[in-house]
Each structure stands twice: as structure tokens, then as C-alpha cells.
């Protein structure tokens, strides 16, 4: 199975940081890598697929990056209703498998 | 819109069995992949199963081979997962989605339903 390894697993930030989350596959997964943002009691949402693509609706602050094993989800300029669990997620071969998450505070 | 609503959750012994369902509609279900992803209460994300269109393919973790079945009903727009033999470690909101078309990502999910395994 690919393993995923999400850092931080939380930080602390504050309205209009930049923030970075990265996230380190076992092996390659060339880029089937996709990004969720989930606030609590709520479903997560798709953020980013295919690595780098914006989901549709999605504010552009909201970016990724990388390919292989290395992946970065990029916030430009967070925002109140940014606070919230962020994960990866490979979809290269099953079992698919999810990073452990990263939780964004506010400073 | 696209809208799934899942049913079906509650308490239930260990060893037991439930079975989840999932209305979908505002989009061509029959065209769809479709996934159970659960999250055990305070936890991370977890996939369990996909299935394609044609029910011919269906991956699932590990942890709930042999015990879980997913399937779909495509006359009456629905998924299900079968959950035999529980275990206390299967208590968690189940979630089901719609993938992307080139199965790279998971699009839209439903508002989960909660499975508790507890005598």
C-alpha cells in the first residue's frame, strides 16, 4: 500500500498568511494527488485534483503543486473560512489512501 | 445539482450486519464511478470501496474485504454498502461520493451517516 505523509499536522496562522502544506507519497503516484478541505460535522470538499488543477468554484488562493512523491497545497492569502482540516488523497492504486491530515488554526 | 443522501446508519452489535444506501441525483448516475469513504469519530479520512459503471470493478481497504460489499442500482439512481460482520473499529461517519471522470479524485459527497458498533 502508498503511504501519505501530511506536514504539519496542524499549524497556527493568521488572516492573510501564506500557507504551505505538503504531502510525501511512499512511492510514485505521478499525479494522481487531490486535496480536501474539511470544516468540522461537515463533508469534505474538493479543493485541488490531478495534483494542480482548481476545482471548479474553488477561490484561487487555493493551489498545488508537484508530481511523483512530493505535493504542496499553497494558500496565498488565508482567509476566516479557511480554517480547517486539510488532506491529500492518491488515487493511483488502490487501496487509496489519505493523508493523516493537517488542521489550520488561527493564530 | 448534484445531491447524495445517505441512510441507513445507526447502532448495531458487533457481528452484526447494516446496510448503507445512497440517493444520488442532479447528475447521469449510470456514467459515474462511486466510492464509501468513512472517518472514525476525531479521526482522518479513510477509503473503503469503489465501484464503476458497470459494477465490474470494485477495489476496497483491506480491513473490510470479505466483510463489505458495495453495489449500485442504477434504475434507481443508488449505491449501497453491505456491512457484515462489524467490528468496533467500523464505527465512523460513512461518506459517499462520485469520482471525477478520470478517477483521479473524489468530486462530490454526501452528508454522511453515522455506523456505531457497540453492544
Known amino acids: 500500500d502508498i503511504q501519505m505523509t501530511q506536514s504539519p499536522s496542524s499549524l497556527s496562522a493568521s488572516v492573510g498568511d501564506r500557507v504551505t502544506i505538503t504531502c510525501r507519497a511512499s512511492?510514485?503516484?505521478?499525479?494522481?494527488l487531490s486535496w480536501y478541505q474539511q470544516e468540522p460535522g461537515k463533508a469534505p470538499k474538493l479543493l485541488i485534483y490531478?495534483?494542480?488543477s482548481l476545482q471548479s468554484g474553488v477561490p484561487s488562493r487555493f493551489s498545488g503543486s508537484g508530481s511523483g512523491t512530493d505535493f504542496t497545497l499553497t494558500i496565498s492569502s488565508l482567509q476566516p473560512g479557511d480554517f480547517a482540516t486539510y488532506y491529500c488523497?492518491?488515487?493511483?492504486?488502490?487501496?487509496?489512501?489519505f493523508g493523516q491530515g493537517t488542521k489550520v488554526e488561527i493564530k | 445539482e448534484v445531491q447524495l443522501v445517505e441512510s441507513g446508519g445507526g447502532l448495531v452489535q458487533p457481528g452484526g450486519s447494516l446496510r448503507l444506501s445512497c440517493a444520488a441525483s442532479?447528475?447521469?448516475?449510470?456514467?459515474?464511478?462511486l466510492s464509501w469513504v468513512r472517518q472514525a469519530p476525531g479521526k482522518g479520512l479513510e477509503w473503503v470501496a469503489n465501484?464503476?459503471?458497470?459494477?465490474?470493478?470494485?477495489p476496497y481497504v483491506d480491513s473490510v474485504k470479505g466483510r463489505f460489499t458495495i453495489s449500485r442500482d442504477d434504475a434507481k439512481n443508488s449505491l449501497y454498502l453491505q456491512m457484515n460482520s462489524l467490528r468496533a473499529e467500523d464505527t465512523a461517519v460513512y461518506y459517499c461520493?462520485?469520482?471525477?471522470?478520470?478517477?483521479?479524485?473524489?468530486?462530490?459527497w454526501g452528508q454522511g451517516t453515522l455506523v456505531t458498533v457497540s453492544s
Open positions: 461520493a462520485t469520482l471525477k471522470p478520470y478517477g483521479d479524485s473524489i468530486d462530490y
Open positions: 442532479g447528475f447521469t448516475f449510470r456514467t459515474y464511478w
Open positions: 465501484i464503476n459503471q458497470d459494477g465490474s470493478e470494485k
Open positions: 512511492q510514485s503516484v505521478r499525479t494522481y
Open positions: 490531478a495534483a494542480s
Open positions: 488523497l492518491q488515487a493511483y492504486s488502490a487501496p487509496w489512501t
